[in-house]
């Protein structure tokens, strides 16, 4: 993580099931497709009681990308050019 910011005291996260998780901090991540391709994410939450990694295939949409997911794996386009691609 870059450029990481620590979080103020009691920020956190709301999740599905309606339990919450503590946010650390936030930065920006380098996320690694292949092709040797990558995106730089803004403003990402650092929160380490979470084991894996989400992104927001909504605020990707909102940036102007295209997720699709199909067959375990995700690719992501912009202005119909391949960004990448990655197994889940």
Not at 60 to 84: C, M, P, S, T, Y
């Amino acid at each position: 993580m870059h450029d990481f910011e620590d979080a103020p005291d009691g920020e956190h996260v709301f999740m599905g099931n309606a339990a919450t998780a503590g946010v650390m901090g936030k930065g920006k991540i380098l996320l690694k497709f292949t092709f040797e391709k990558s995106l730089c994410l803004n403003n990402v939450l650092f929160v380490p009681s979470l084991h894996k990694n989400l992104v927001s295939s909504s605020l990707l949409d909102i940036a102007g990308f295209e997720v699709n997911q199909k067959a375990g794996k995700i690719i992501i386009l912009r202005d119909g050019v391949f960004v990448g691609k990655k197994l889940l």
